[in-house]
């Protein structure tokens, strides 16, 4: 079945560096999107991506859709610790309902 | 700004029990859904509801559960009979017909089946 393979699976990092994680697949998929959780609570969309090669910004996030359109990027800038969370992908093929499927997550731990 | 909101936010419940898990998705979204998150993995796809029928649904989503948008703005998740492995933070999500892939989600259901 459709599967995405994110990674890493967790990052420890001192507040101000960049962060780079990514999701790949071994199938198509037609949109991409980044969405952060905090603990206790429900995901919350970041960037959404419709085009491949599509590269989109969100202040200090910036998400890319793979020309493949099998793998995408998610990277930080100057991270503050708020930042802390778990970051998932999560793609979309058309003719599915809008039926998410999402990676298994990047756990962001940012230390002041 | 407006949200998904769901009620209630834990429910314990005992193995066989029936439970319903309520959301309020955004008002002029048109598509609503319900994933769940077992404790430490990813979220999982269960259903997608459009003009007042499944648009598509998981394996999971087999006969024990349902969903029915029983007024103008509430979604509702039926458990019939609950079992052990149904303990998970149950999320709605709703999207606009214009941009239905993006979803938005609400704070999740915790149940908890003993």
């Known amino acids: 079945g459709q599967q995405l393979n994110q990674s890493p699976q967790s990052m420890f990092i001192q507040e101000g560096e960049d962060v780079s994680m990514n999701c790949t697949s071994s199938?198509?998929?037609?949109?991409w999107l980044w969405y952060k959780q905090d603990p206790g609570e429900g995901p919350v969309l970041l960037i959404a991506l419709y085009k491949a090669g599509e590269l989109t910004s969100n202040g200090r996030l910036t998400a890319q859709f793979g020309i493949t359109r099998k793998d995408s990027f998610l990277n930080i800038s100057a991270s503050i610790p708020s930042d802390v969370g778990i970051y998932f992908c999560?793609?979309?093929?058309?003719?599915?309902?809008?039926?998410?499927?999402f990676g298994q997550g990047t756990e962001l731990s940012v230390k002041p | 700004e407006p949200e998904v909101t769901q009620t209630p936010s834990h429910q314990v419940t005992q193995m066989g029990q029936e439970v319903i898990l309520r959301c309020v998705p955004i008002s002029n979204h048109l598509y609503f859904y319900w994933y769940r998150q077992i404790l430490g993995q990813k979220v999982e796809f269960l259903v997608s509801?459009?003009?007042?029928?499944?648009?598509?649904k998981s394996e999971i989503f087999d006969d024990q559960f349902s969903v029915e948008r029983p007024d103008g703005s509430n979604f509702t998740l039926k458990i019939r009979s609950t079992k052990l492995e149904d303990s998970a933070m149950y999320f709605c999500?709703?999207?606009?017909?214009?941009?239905?892939?993006?979803?938005?989600f609400g704070p999740g259901t915790r149940l908890t089946v003993t």
């Open positions: 999500a709703s999207s606009d017909f214009r941009i239905p892939y993006e979803q938005y």
């Open positions: 199938s198509i998929f037609n949109t």
């Open positions: 509801f459009y003009n007042n029928e499944i648009s598509e």
């Open positions: 999560a793609g979309t093929v058309y003719n599915q309902g809008g039926k998410l499927i």
